[in-house]
C-alpha cells in the first residue's frame, strides 16, 4: 500500500495540477503578505511615530539625561525583554523559571508551540533543550497521534454506530450531524470558554485577544506577542500557567 501511495504521490508531481498547486500556493502567500502588509504597515508607522514623539519629549522634560545614555538603557532593558525579564518593578521579582513557568515553557517548546517570550538564557540550558526536545518532540507527537487514534473510537466511530443501528438513521447523515455536533462542542470548549476565562483573568485581554491567543496555541503558531500570567494584576500566576500547560 505505502508503494502505491508513493506512486501516486510521484504521478501527481509530474502533472500539470501539481504546478497548478505550487502557483495556487504561492498566489495565497503572496495574496497574504499583501493583505497584511495593508493592514499592519499604517499602524506601524503610527507607532513608530508615537514612539520618537515621546523620546524626544522626555529628552526635552530632562536634559540632564542624555541620548546616548538613554539609547543604552534602553537597550539594555531590550534584551532582558528578549529572555523574560522585566525591569518594571512590580514585575522584577517574578520569576520565568520557576517549576509551573518551566512547566509553562517545557509544554510550549515540546509541542512546538514556542512562545517566544521566555528563552535559555545560559548556554547549558540552550544545549539541554536542543538534546531534550531531539527526543521530547517526536515523543510528544507519538503520544498525541496514539490518544488521537484511541479517541477516534469513542468519540466518532461509537456514537455514530449507536445513534445508526438504534434508530435506524442514515450512517452518512448520522456522521455528518455528529460531526458538526463534535465541531460546534470543540469551538466552545477549546476556543470560546477559553477565551471568556483568559478575558476575566487577564486584565487588559479583550475577548478577541483572548480568542487569538487560544488560536495561536492550540495551532501551534506561537507568536509570543500575547502570554498568560503576565500581567500586573496576576495574584495566582503558578496554579494559571499550570492550567494553561495541561490545557
Not at 86 to 110: G, I, Q
Not at 220 to 230: A, M, S, V
Amino acid at each position: 500500500m505505502a508503494v502505491e501511495f508513493l506512486e501516486t504521490v510521484r504521478k501527481f508531481c509530474r502533472s500539470r495540477a501539481f504546478w497548478i498547486l505550487v502557483a495556487s500556493y504561492i498566489g495565497y502567500v503572496t495574496l497574504g503578505s499583501v493583505v497584511l502588509m495593508a493592514l499592519e504597515l499604517p499602524r506601524e508607522a503610527e507607532l513608530r511615530e508615537q514612539l520618537r514623539s515621546l523620546r524626544v519629549s522626555f529628552l526635552d522634560s530632562n536634559p540632564c539625561v542624555q541620548s546616548d545614555l538613554l539609547e543604552s538603557f534602553v537597550e539594555k532593558v531590550l534584551f532582558a525583554k528578549k529572555y523574560g525579564v522585566s525591569a518594571l518593578d512590580e514585575r522584577s521579582l517574578e520569576c520565568n523559571y520557576d517549576f509551573t513557568s518551566s512547566l509553562f515553557f517545557v509544554s510550549a517548546f515540546l509541542t512546538t508551540t514556542g512562545y517566544g517570550e521566555t528563552v535559555p538564557i545560559s548556554d547549558e540550558g540552550k544545549l539541554f533543550c536542543i538534546f531534550y526536545c531531539m527526543l521530547g518532540v517526536p515523543l510528544t507527537l507519538l503520544v498525541f497521534a496514539c490518544m488521537v487514534q484511541r479517541l477516534m473510537v469513542f468519540v466518532m466511530r461509537r456514537p455514530v454506530r449507536y445513534v445508526h443501528t438504534r434508530w435506524g438513521y442514515e450512517a452518512g447523515t448520522v456522521a455528518l450531524v455528529h460531526a458538526l455536533l463534535l465541531g460546534a462542542l470543540m469551538i466552545t470548549f477549546f476556543f470560546i470558554i477559553p477565551a471568556a476565562i483568559y478575558t476575566a483573568m487577564e486584565g487588559d485581554w479583550s475577548f478577541l485577544e483572548s480568542l487569538y491567543f487560544c488560536f495561536i496555541s492550540l495551532s501551534t503558531i506561537g507568536l509570543g506577542d500575547y502570554i498568560p500570567g503576565k500581567t500586573r494584576s496576576q495574584a495566582v500566576r503558578q496554579a494559571y500557567e499550570f492550567g494553561t500547560s495541561c490545557e
